[in-house]
């Protein structure tokens, strides 16, 4: 049996080549890589398991669930702890310098683990990978890594699997950027009713204090057609929730051959029958059209919710930021999506520190905080990024002063955030069930429209289901309530 199968190896090799279009030419590695680990099962007497450990945004999650997608395609056991694993992929984050920390401090005890295990695998990919300085440094102290991979090429992994299997070195692959976007390789989606679609890649805004742009590369739209399809086909598989996903998704369509908004395109996904509830991520403001709050306002699936990131409340440090508006606009933009969707949630993102920020910048960041009165705030210390402008910028703040700012505006939105929340309290809404509750299994959790969790009494089986819930008691950032 097994000279046949060597046989039938040397002889059908040279003759196979891989196809040279993609997704094609990954399915082909699917299919090699499939048996390599069919032969590591065997010797081992056991399926093969994989841990996906995400860092950072809702990109990089849904980059995990391709990964996911390809894992188990090729034959991999999904196990939940990670220490278990016998292949363990970090799918990395670099916008702020203590997730690039953790993400060592973990490698290092991975180190350990894989000495006791024969058959373990390590792979890094994500936006850390895209640094040099980075991947310099694995290569020098963390020579156990076996595959070290970047952000435009994960359509790739089952060809940097099969090429371990064939190697005893460590596989590197980082590209700079691409303009090249693979559609139709396997997903596997961690909710079966919800679900990202990524609708553009990278960012050309430049925001002075961002890494992204650097490490997930220029603006690229996906096209149209391809978007639609794959939210029909999510929707017959029973999704009925999509978060379209882009680092701006106001840019959308700019770059496409035949250029349409990103207005143009919600309605089009609005018209896809099963599919519920629209949301997406995130807004530039200085992109957000007139027109998207027109649609926003009239359609019955886009969610009630906005997240438009801030960053700061100074128009100074703004243009120090590159954010091209100034706090006034920001105003007026909020008075204008509030006078069109009246009950609209509103999030954001805000950093302290930046550098030359003064008390009197950090005074105008709070009385934005006060004035837009936010639903819930991403509140940042700011990290100094390698090669961003900012970096390079004089008078960095000290920690102090810093942390201290932190701390008075993480109250504040906190304060305002609860007061928020209440004002649903005794309405009835609709709220999608996503899981049985993680305290108490006899209660289900639910999310709102506006974004807002609700917890309930009620069975396993409702999981995915819309169904109306009235809000009997304001828990500060989440209710409790009843189905009616
Ligand atoms: N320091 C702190 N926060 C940052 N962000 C992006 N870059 C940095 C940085 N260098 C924050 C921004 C962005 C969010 C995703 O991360 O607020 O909106
Ligand atoms: Fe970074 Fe600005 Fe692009 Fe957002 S818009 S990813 S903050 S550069």
Redesign the pocket.
């Known amino acids: 049996m097994i000279e046949k199968e060597k046989w039938e190896r040397t002889f059908r090799e040279p003759l196979d080549e891989p196809p040279a279009h993609e997704p094609e030419r990954q399915y082909y590695f699917m299919e090699k890589a499939r048996k390599y680990i069919q032969e590591a099962s065997a010797r081992a007497g056991r399926p093969l398991t994989f841990h996906v450990t995400t860092f950072g945004c809702q990109m990089n999650a849904r980059d995990s669930e391709k990964l996911e997608g390809i894992l188990k395609k090729v034959g991999y056991v999904e196990e939940p702890e990670e220490e278990k694993a016998d292949f363990v992929i970090y799918n990395t984050c670099t916008v702020r310098e203590n997730a690039n920390q953790r993400v060592y401090g973990r490698l290092g005890q991975l180190g350990h683990a894989k000495k006791s295990n024969p058959h373990m695998m390590i792979a890094l990919c994500g936006c850390m990978m895209q640094e040099p300085q980075v991947v310099e440094k694995l290569k020098k102290s963390y020579h156990f890594v076996d595959i070290i991979f970047g952000t435009h090429n994960i359509y790739k992994f089952a060809e940097l699997i099969a090429a371990r299997m064939e190697s005893d070195r460590m596989i590197i692959d980082i590209w700079k950027d691409t303009d090249k976007i693979v559609e139709d390789l396997p997903v596997a989606r961690k909710y079966p009713f919800k679900s990202g679609v990524n609708i553009m890649f990278g960012?050309n805004?430049?925001?002075s204090y961002?890494i992204?742009?650097y490490v997930r590369g220029r603006e690229r739209s996906r096209d149209p057609k391809a978007i639609i399809r794959e939210v029909e086909r999510l929707a017959a598989d029973g999704v009925v929730e999509i978060m379209l996903l882009g680092?701006?998704v106001n840019s959308y369509g700019k770059t496409l051959e035949h250029p349409m908004t990103f207005a143009q395109l919600l309605e089009e996904v609005e018209k896809v029958d099963g599919i519920e509830r629209i949301r997406f991520m995130?807004s530039?403001p200085k992109d957000l059209s007139d027109e998207l709050i027109e649609v926003m306002g009239r359609s019955k699936k886009i969610c009630r919710h906005l997240h438009l990131p801030v960053q700061s409340g100074s128009s100074r440090i703004l243009e120090k930021m590159n954010r091209r508006y100034t706090k006034e606009q920001y105003l007026a933009l909020v008075e204008k999506i509030r006078a069109a969707v009246p009950d609209i949630s509103l999030t954001t993102d805000i950093i302290v520190g930046f550098p030359g920020e003064t008390e009197e910048d950090f005074q105008e960041t709070l009385d934005v905080v006060r004035r837009v009165r936010y639903d819930s705030a991403f509140t940042f210390i700011y990290s100094k990024r390698t090669g961003t402008p900012a970096a390079a910028m004089e008078d960095q703040v000290p920690q102090v002063v810093v942390k201290d700012r932190f701390d008075r505006l993480l109250k504040e939105v906190q304060e305002i955030a609860g007061e928020v929340c209440a004002v649903h309290q005794g309405t009835v809404q609709e709220v999608l069930v996503e899981s049985v509750n993680d305290h108490d299994p006899s209660l289900m959790t639910g999310r709102m429209s506006n974004n807002l969790l609700v917890h309930f009494p009620g069975g396993e089986d409702l999981t995915g289901k819309l169904v109306q819930v009235r809000l009997d008691e304001c828990r500060g950032f989440y209710y409790l309530g009843h189905m009616v």
């Open positions: 960012c805004n430049f925001c961002c992204v742009p680092q701006n995130t530039h």
